[in-house]
């Protein structure tokens, strides 16, 4: 049975780089239908879609966010990471990794879910 | 980007009832729509894929429906582990993938 579990710092200091990692369990993540994603989700608010990446190291980024988004992934520990730099208090949120599933069709939708870290952004 | 917009934001509705939410899309998506269900401190998670597909697991009770730029999420007879907040998302688009805003389902 397929498992996500995200780690990390839960608290990071504004200007500085929040990093978090996601590990998969139950199966590889060196799969062509697979596309491991990150999702955040402030306080009380909806969902905002980060990116995902694919086990080749193909990235899509959210353009609002893509000069500061850095994923990768490495199939030896089967996982996949994310830095966020130069964070601020806007950056606080309950951070999400999740399997984006293509059907050979259109983009991904996200079938599995870890259960979520916060990271605050504070001094 | 393609905007999402669900209405509406909350729905006070009672055990038994049945419920429609609306999610809307800027510009068509074709049937590129999933529906998630998300309780407090939880992660989402998958109800619908392709407008109209149930995920494995899913009570019938859950339903999809349209295309294009229109669609809607039903749950009939409601049941008490119903009361949540739905999600709807456009998979049309990678650039970037939204979400709707959410809709709370709250006990009347």
């Known amino acids: 049975q397929l498992q996500l579990q995200e780690s990390g710092p839960g608290l990071v200091k504004p200007s500085e780089t929040l990093s978090l990692t996601c590990a998969v369990s139950?199966?590889?993540?060196?799969?062509?239908?697979?596309?491991w994603g990150w999702i955040r989700q402030p306080p009380g608010k909806g969902l905002e879609w980060i990116g995902n990446?694919?086990?080749?190291?193909?990235?899509y980024y959210n353009p609002s966010l893509k000069s500061e988004v850095t994923m990768s992934v490495d199939t030896s520990r089967n996982q996949f990471s994310l830095r966020l730099s130069s964070v601020t208090a806007a950056d606080t949120a309950v951070y999400f990794c999740?399997?984006?599933?293509?059907?050979?069709?259109?983009?991904?939708?996200?079938?599995?879910w870890g259960r979520g870290t916060l990271v605050t952004v504070s001094s | 980007d393609i905007q999402m917009t669900q209405s509406p934001s909350t729905l006070s509705a009672s055990v038994g009832d049945t419920i429609t939410i609306t999610c809307r899309a800027s510009?068509?998506?074709?049937?590129?729509l999933a529906w998630y269900q998300q309780k407090p401190g939880k992660a989402p998670n998958l109800l619908i894929f392709?407008?109209?597909t149930l995920q494995s697991g899913v009570p019938s009770r859950f339903s999809g429906s349209g295309s294009g730029t229109e669609f809607t999420l039903t749950i009939s007879s409601l049941q008490p582990d119903d009361f949540a907040t739905y999600y709807c998302?456009?998979?049309?688009?990678?650039?970037?993938?939204?979400f709707g805003g959410g809709t709370k389902v709250e006990i009347k």
């Open positions: 999740a399997r984006g599933f293509w059907r050979g069709y259109s983009f991904w939708y996200f079938d599995l």
């Open positions: 139950g199966d590889s993540i060196s799969s062509s239908i697979s596309y």
């Open positions: 990446i694919l086990y080749s190291g193909t990235t």
């Open positions: 510009q068509s998506v074709n049937k590129w």
């Open positions: 392709e407008a109209s």
């Open positions: 998302q456009q998979y049309h688009s990678y650039s970037p993938l939204t």
